[in-house]
């Protein structure tokens, strides 16, 4: 072969191989026995970084994805003498009830929200007090269902967003009108007080409570009212809804285990 020929042959093969990123020394490595780097990951493909981000975010009550519930046993040892009220999910439903005036009807109705999937507890030490380590409840929104399927998508994407803030959590601060320790028998009205998180807000609020107790449980309903401008939101406004009250009532009807010191 003409030299000047092969000269031009091996010069082309060359910028070939430097185009390709270099010319190999050694055998060739296949690509599938080669796992990317974090970094190339990360420059190469900007969704798997966004699912990595997504799932390291969803590790706390508020992070995006999937809901995050309360573990079902505390992390912390229950003090002496101390009682702990356990949420059970599959006997408790959270609920809420807003004020709308719908395009059909004359006169306003009200729509009702609910889901059974809460977790969490409130522990109560002798003297009545919170136990902050061991007190705190979660209500899954992204499970929230009405009688509209409608209603559901529009709630759960334009007002609550919940794939970025999935749960509401409550935690309790105090308690107001409810003897000392906890009864095991009869019932009581009485308020708790706490800081409940919604869209990313916190706010603080009352709950009225009427429970019934015994020695091995404690059942009963707690209520509050709070408005969508209390947590950054907006009410609903689609389709055949006209209007919705900004004032909004939150319900819990619970069934909590009772375990003591």
């Known amino acids: 072969m003409n030299r000047s020929l092969l000269a031009l042959l091996v010069g082309t093969l060359m910028l070939v191989a430097a185009a390709c990123g270099g010319a190999s020394t050694g055998a060739p490595t296949p690509a599938s ?7 190339s990951v990360t420059t190469a493909s900007p969704t798997a970084a966004a699912t990595a981000a997504g799932a390291a ?10 809901p995050v519930p309360l573990p079902s046993t505390p992390t912390t040892v229950l003090p002496a003498g101390s009682v ?3 949420i059970v999910a599959d006997q408790s439903t959270a609920s809420y009830a807003a004020r709308e005036q719908l395009a059909t009807f004359s006169f306003p109705t009200d729509a009702i929200g609910k889901t059974g999937n809460v977790s969490g507890s409130i522990a109560l030490d002798p003297k009545g007090a919170i136990v902050p380590d061991i007190s705190k409840i979660a209500v899954d929104l992204t499970s929230l269902k009405s009688d509209q399927s409608m209603r559901d998508r529009f709630i759960q994407h334009s007002t609550l967003d919940t794939s970025t803030y999935p749960n509401a959590v409550f935690v309790p601060t105090a308690v107001q009108g ?3 320790p906890v009864p095991t028998s ?8 706490g800081n409940l998180t919604v869209h ?7 709950w009225d409570v009427t429970a019934t107790f015994s020695a091995q449980d404690v059942k009963g309903t707690a209520t509050t009212t709070v408005t969508f401008e209390d947590f950054g939101m ?7 809804v006209l209007s919705v009250q900004d004032s909004l009532k939150l319900s819990l009807d619970f069934v909590a285990t009772r375990q003591s010191s």
């Open 186 to 193: 009869g019932q009581s009205s009485f308020k708790l007080l």
């Open 178 to 180: 409810l003897a000392a």
């Open 200 to 206: 990313g807000v916190t706010k603080a609020v009352t």
């Open 84 to 86: 702990r009220l356990a």
């Open 234 to 240: 907006s009410p609903p406004k689609a389709g055949p």
């Open 33 to 39: 026995t080669s796992a990317p780097s974090a970094a």
């Open 57 to 66: 975010a969803a590790s706390t009550p508020f992070g995006s994805g999937t």
